[in-house]
């Protein structure tokens, strides 16, 4: 037997039970519902921007790009919780860990298998909502894509699958941590609401008590919209965004977005793209942040389960 | 890697402490147990007494607080998996995926024991046989009994052809014809020169198939080895019972029975008398065996539940 082989024994149970599962289904189904949802949500800004002639082909795709940047900024995790909280502690609720353990099996074959299982099915679950949602959302909203677009809106996947995997490294340390997969999820979600939604507030609260108000500009209806703020204005929020942004360091729902909308970033005064290479080397500290959640919690996973002893 | 003596299980001075935040528990504490090869081996005991952290260790499931154990000469903390891979262990505690069918279960489980696809396809369908769960072998687990479920547990104990089969509490949920498939199963195995580790409290109900047995008692050894070895100090202790077999026309031999020196207690029952006596009568008996014509002379041995009573000095607890 190989090196690997029980771990791949391990990977192709978990792929086929979890694509016989209505849950991971759900998820992908529910991604492409958020994915239209957004796209008709957008749409009379698009047409706005279109009315007022602002902004090009780009800036409309821009558009796209964010909704979709949402949506799996919500689902990504969700698809990482859904897979990792259950990993190993449902194992044990079920009894099945013991029948499993009982064979001449590493435990780290087990967790192998488990990450092998959750990469293609987080990639698969990923691309699959993609490349349903995109077109269709293209088509809806009537927008004229390029094949540049379809790439970038495609290599989404790559972050996407890097968020998903951050937070199933983090269900799955809960899960091998837990004596009950309930507890293992309870945890997990109470992780991914903090940085989905509470830490942007407490990094805005924070900024807003280190800052103070923005200060105050006089209304100038001449000023026609979209041409710039003031200087003092601009720098306000730029001390404001640096503040959020250090703040949301350790986010890895805000290390995504970041990443994500690098692959969108335009030249400047331009429709242009910026090359990828020159864009992502900008954001290096976003793979870093995500990299480290995987790699810290995947191997705190290891060491807990290799020491953990089945008593029940 | 079998040690000069042939135990197939030897564990020394085995301790296992289970602590947490309300204080620590001494599962075993000091167990000293040697299995000998091709016997079909008691571990009994009251729930509580350590069978299944014993079992646990043996298998790698669990580490010992310290001690020794070694299995078919391998050592249980450093060499587990090689254990794992010639011992067949039916655990208390464990469960199916539900979803997948009894021979989708039988071959993911094959598969991490290491046999290659061919001899799954030929051994599945013969563990099932034996099980008596070949017409439900592309059924989902879901819908099974627990009996079916208990089968199904000894079928993928079977699936690697063992070495040794440990086997805990194994008639938990199993009807009296489950019971007694599983008997004539694991008396078959023995046969094969294989060797069984049968742990349970249920002693009158699979206690009786054992020929060897350790009793246990809050984590510690209270006696091993034979029947026969354990039931001498039992019969010195309680006397020695015997069972005659006799064609009618009895009177003389009763009253002549009665006579023996040493003898407590003589009756009969449809054509069998029963001796009790304080000493071993067995020569005198076989004496007026021949002279009467007894059919058949049967010195009888205490039940392991006798002797796991007369051991710790009580019951169960």
Not at chain 1, 86 to 110: F, M, Q, S
Not at chain 2, 51 to 62: A, E, P
Not at chain 2, 136 to 142: E, G, I, L
């Given at each position: ?312 | ?86 011992v067949g262990l039916l655990p208390e505690n464990y469960g199916f995926y539900e979803y997948m069918t009894a021979r989708e279960n039988l071959e993911y489980l094959g ?207």
């Open positions: 037997m190989g090196v690997m082989e029980k771990a791949l024994i391990v990977a192709r149970k978990e792929i086929a039970e979890n694509l016989k599962s209505i849950r991971y289904w759900a998820i992908i189904g529910l991604f492409v519902l958020l994915y239209i949802a957004s796209t008709y949500a957008i749409g009379f800004a698009v047409r706005g921007f279109r009315g007022l002639a602002i902004g090009g082909r780009a800036r409309t795709v821009l558009q796209l790009s964010n909704q979709v940047v949402n949506a799996l900024t919500y689902i990504a995790p969700l698809l990482g919780i859904a897979l990792g909280f259950g990993a190993i502690a449902a194992e044990r609720e079920k009894g099945t860990i013991r029948l499993v353990l009982a064979r001449p099996i590493y435990r780290d074959d087990l967790i192998n298998g488990k990450l092998i299982a959750a990469v293609a099915l987080i990639v698969l679950a990923i691309a699959l909502s993609t490349a349903l949602a995109v077109p269709l959302a293209v088509a809806m909203q009537n927008v004229n894509v390029t094949s540049e677009d379809f790439t970038r809106l495609a290599l989404l996947v790559l972050p996407a699958t890097l968020l998903a995997l951050a937070f199933y490294a983090l269900s799955l340390f809960a899960s091998v941590y837990a004596g009950r997969s309930s507890h293992a999820l309870v945890v997990s979600l109470v992780l991914w609401i903090f940085f989905t939604f509470i830490l942007p507030i407490i990094a805005a609260f924070i900024a807003f008590q280190i800052l103070g108000p923005p200060p105050a500009i006089p209304f100038n209806a001449t000023r026609p919209f979209g041409q710039g703020l003031p200087r003092q204005l601009q720098e306000y929020f730029t001390r404001y965004n640096q503040v959020v942004s250090s703040i949301q360091l350790v986010s890895p729902t805000a290390r995504f977005s970041s990443l994500a909308s690098a692959l969108f970033a335009l030249r400047p005064q331009s429709d242009v793209y910026e090359e990828l290479a020159t864009a992502l080397a900008r954001r290096w500290i976003d793979v870093a942040v995500l990299a480290t959640y995987i790699a810290v919690f995947l191997i705190a996973s290891y060491i807990v389960f290799l020491r953990r002893q089945e008593t029940r | 890697m079998m040690g000069m003596a042939e135990y197939v299980i030897e564990t020394e001075n085995l301790v296992k402490v289970y602590r947490d935040r309300s204080g620590e528990v001494r599962a075993l504490d000091g167990v000293t147990v040697r299995v000998p090869k091709g016997v079909l081996f008691g571990l009994f005991g009251p729930n509580g007494s350590g069978k299944t952290s014993l079992i646990s260790i043996l298998v790698g499931l669990q580490l010992p607080t310290s001690g020794s154990a070694r299995v078919l000469g391998y050592d249980c903390v450093r060499e587990s998996i090689e254990i794992r891979r010639r598969k991490l024991d290491g046999l290659p696809a061919q001899e799954l396809k030929r051994r599945i369908p013969e563990v099932l046989e034996l099980v008596g769960l070949r017409e439900w072998a592309d059924a989902k687990v879901k819908g099974f009994s627990r009996g079916m479920t208990q089968r199904l547990a000894l079928a993928q104990a079977l699936l690697k052809d063992p070495e040794l089969l440990i086997l805990d509490e194994p008639t938990l949920g199993l009807d009296p014809q489950g019971t007694a498939m599983f008997k004539k199963l694991v008396e078959q195995f023995v046969k094969l020169g294989k060797t069984v580790l049968i742990s349970t409290h249920l002693l009158h109900e699979i206690g009786h198939v054992c020929t060897h047995a350790a009793l246990l008692r809050k984590g510690k050894v209270i006696a091993q080895g034979s029947l026969e070895e354990l039931a001498k100090a039992y019969r010195e202790a309680k006397g020695y019972s015997y069972e005659l077999a006799v064609a009618g026309g009895a009177e003389e031999l009763l009253r002549e029975l009665k006579g023996v020196n040493g003898v407590t207690y003589v009756g009969l029952e449809n054509d069998l008398i029963k001796v009790r006596a304080g000493r071993d009568i067995g020569g005198e008996l076989a004496e007026l065996a021949a002279k009467y014509r007894i059919r058949s002379l049967v010195p009888l041995a205490p039940s392991w539940d006798e002797l796991y009573q007369f051991y710790q000095g009580g019951g169960w607890e």
